[in-house]
């Protein structure tokens, strides 16, 4: 999938990966910032603990995200980035899906 | 799908959400009452170089207040190389204040201009680089402070010659200040009853 290399515009095309509306809040907001701590990733999208370390894992399996846990002071923190395949991954589907939406409506339903 | 606007407006908000805590808010009441104490341990016979020191009290606060109180709840964040620029160009614009600044005040001061006259002068100088600093900043409440300080500023010379020191600062500095405070403290509040702070093991987590 983020090997994907597919120009056109089809629903099928784009990944499914990032598609998830929550792993997409969490690449987007990853590729404005350079780096950002677990909790604040929580706050600002609005996850459970649980639930965004599920989505961050799998996006670290995929390679989109690296996570980096350090010690700040005394406390264990956990910190977020995008990779560099990540921002490529993310900008991709951005374009794939503005390509999905500005395409002719007609080439779409032929290709579906 | 978010357009490039609406990543900037996603970036706008991560970064703004670091301004929700109220500590700015709070540092500029802060600074609003250092301005009415002096004046008012000036009118009780101790020196206006002594007051200056309380300055050190909104200079040293919001560091630690963001250390203690904002990152264990929001978290923390880096953003990218253009606000780290912005951060840099805040930086020497804080460094050009005191450099402009604090020479003319002691000058000033030196030569027995009157306060009030002095932070008029102050006022004019530092306003527009005051302004520019709050651009960078994007901190849009701190234009009405930097308004609201001039204001002031001026306010007191008028009130001067009705109500005499320390009352005319008591009621330019002081009053507003207690506002800005109690605004700061209302987000403070707010902030850490949103943000409560969680386990340490479950933000360690992913």
Redesign the interface.
Known sequence: MPDDKIAGGTLSEVDRLIHEPARYNIM??L??????????????IGLT??N??AH??KLEAAGYVA?E?KF?GK??????SLTARGREAFEDY?RK??DL?TSPLETRSDSD | ??SEDS??A??R??YR?TFNDGIYDITFGLLFLVLAWISVLESIGISRFIGYFLFLIPIIFPRPAKRLITV?R????????KRKSRRRGLLWVVAAIVFLTLPLIIMMVGRGIPAGQTWLFVAVIGLPIFAIGVYIMDFPRMYLYAALFVFCIIQSEFLIDYLGEPLNAVLCFGVPGLIILVIGLAFLFKFMRK?PI?D?E?????
């Open positions: 987007a907001l590729y404005v910032v350079a780096k950002a701590e677990f909790l604040f990733v929580q706050n600002q603990p649980g965004l370390s961050v894992s996570v846990k700040v406390m264990p923190r956990t910190f977020l951005r899906m503005k939406f | 799908m978010k990543l900037k996603l970036e908000k991560a959400s264990p929001l978290g923390m964040v880096e953003f990218g190389p943000y969680q340490p479950a933000s360690h987590a992913g």
